[in-house]
């Protein structure tokens, strides 16, 4: 796309530069070469042997070449700043859509930390209960001497507060 309007660019700074003398293509198809007032034909200067009616024909070609010159001008400048409005937009889309992926990325980040910490409590919650389970065994059985009781009452308040941590952590999330 830009290549093509580099082109463009470059013919009408060649016809700009070449306006001095313009070629013109009658309907006849001759060919006029035009400087000013003067009016050549083959490289022979032909400006007096020309009626008016062919003089205002060929200006009249002359004119509508630099119309249409100038139009594909106004185009290609309301091209280019279609382009550059599109590139912005493009520019603004990728910049919304990099927003949105990190925006993702950090509800899933999220989204994990609130399954490991759910994991997190199920576990120890596992683990008090079969600590505690354990200890009613053991108690029923008669197999706890008082400092193993001890032992037993700090595990499980330990356990308990692990729990307690887990289940606030999760909560937090």
């Not at 070449?18 to 198809?29: A, H, K, L, W, Y």
């Not at 003067?38 to 205002?56: A, F, H, Q, R």
């Not at 490991?116 to 919650?125: C, G, I, S, T, V």
């Amino acid at each position: 796309m830009k290549f093509q309007n580099t082109i463009l660019i470059v013919l009408l700074t060649i016809l700009a530069s070449c306006g001095s003398s313009e070629q013109v293509i009658t309907d006849d198809g001759k060919i006029y070469e035009v400087k000013g007032n003067s009016y050549k034909n083959k490289g022979v200067d032909v400006t007096e042997s020309l009626s008016n009616e062919e003089i205002n024909n060929i200006n009249d070609i002359l004119n509508e070449k630099r119309d249409a010159a100038k139009a594909a001008e106004k185009l290609q400048k309301e091209l280019e700043k279609k382009e550059q409005e599109l590139e912005r937009v493009q520019k603004e889309a990728k910049q919304k859509q990099e927003e949105v992926e990190a925006k993702q990325r950090e509800l899933e980040r999220k989204l994990k930390e609130k399954e490991d910490a759910r994991e997190d409590f199920l576990k120890a919650k596992k683990r008090l209960e079969s600590e505690q389970n354990k200890y009613e065994r053991l108690k029923e059985k008669g197999k706890l001497s008082p400092n193993d009781e001890e032992d037993w009452k700090e595990k499980l308040d330990d356990l308990k507060q692990e729990v307690k941590e887990a289940k606030d952590k999760l909560d937090k999330l």
